[in-house]
């Protein structure tokens, strides 16, 4: 790898094409080369995997994770910045750069992607890794969407903003814990890597961003069925602050409410905002 590439600035490469970032896709670009070079080196990518990248921004990544690996899988929905990765990477044969949503909606990755990950994956025979600056504008639901896909991923190494990093490791009772914490925390363990200010960007986002290692694994007591312990933490957390008792019952009503809290032998006077991820898989697991 060329630890001397120097990358012109992405504001000379969007004006050289009357291009401009668009805020509302969380269009911000890194500027540190060897910070791009620190991400690839924490990620360990290795030449086995297939590696997926959301958001291919200017392709700057995209090329270094396309050195170390044998097939790379690269997302961008910008018509203006899919173009300039498409001539930019052109040369590269181990890469199929897509140019649509990652999502198809909320909670399902587009099926385009699904199909390319998958035929990278059958030419590789690796695991799939995620190292991506996400988007802000979709970071959460990519998240969620990723440790939920039909498609394994073995690790994901992931630039976000900081109070969405600290929304991942929060613990029960803080103010940053919510629904995204319990659910992507059910799949995985999440680890912060480093943080970067605002001006390591341009344009400069108001916030600052945290890159996060997240590695799934089987939970440590498996819901019974997914989509009730989804609902459950959602539904919940609409009551975070209330006790457990009475959150219940807005949910099911009393004569419902007492038999879960007696099969949970949980706390009916802790407030929501303080079970643990175990918790909400045993309430699930408690509902008729």
């Not at 997926?52 to 790379?72: D, F, I, K, S």
């Not at 659910?183 to 995985?188: D, F, I, Q």
């Not at 108001?206 to 959602?234: C, G, H, M, N, W």
Request: charged share 25%; glycine share 4%; with cysteine.
């Amino acid at each position: 790898m060329n630890r001397q590439r120097r990358d012109p600035h992405p504001r000379d490469v969007l004006n050289k094409h009357h291009l401009r970032a668009t805020s509302g896709r969380g269009q911000n670009f890194l500027l540190s080369t060897s910070k791009m070079d620190s991400i690839v080196d924490l990620a360990d990518v290795q030449s086995s995997e297939t590696v997926l990248e959301v958001g291919a921004g200017l392709g700057r990544l995209t090329q270094r994770l396309a050195e170390r690996t044998r097939r790379v899988v690269a997302v961008e929905v910008d018509s203006g910045l899919f173009q300039i990765a498409q001539r930019r990477l052109q040369h590269l044969d181990n890469l199929e750069l897509l140019h649509c949503d990652f999502l198809e909606s909320k909670h399902r990755v587009n099926p385009e992607v699904t199909d390319a990950v998958r035929r990278a994956r059958d030419k590789t025979g690796g695991k799939v890794k995620v190292v991506s600056n996400l988007p802000y504008s979709i970071a959460s639901p990519t998240m969620v969407c990723l440790l939920e896909w039909e498609v394994p991923v073995g690790s994901l190494f992931v630039l976000l903003q900081s109070d969405v990093a600290e929304r991942l490791v929060a613990k029960p009772g803080c103010g940053d814990y919510s629904p995204l914490t319990v659910t992507v925390r059910y799949h995985a363990a999440v680890e912060k890597a480093f943080d970067l200010p605002p001006h390591a960007f341009w344009p400069q986002p108001k916030v600052s961003s945290t890159f996060v290692k997240i590695l799934p694994r089987s939970p440590a007591q498996a819901a019974e069925d997914y989509e009730t312990f989804r609902a459950a933490v959602r539904t919940l957390f609409q009551s975070r602050r209330k006790t457990l008792r009475k959150a219940l019952k807005i949910w099911l009503g009393k004569k419902e409410a007492r038999p879960v809290l007696d099969r949970t032998r949980l706390d009916p006077s802790m407030r929501v905002e303080g079970l643990a991820v175990s918790d909400f898989v045993a309430i699930a697991n408690a509902l008729d």
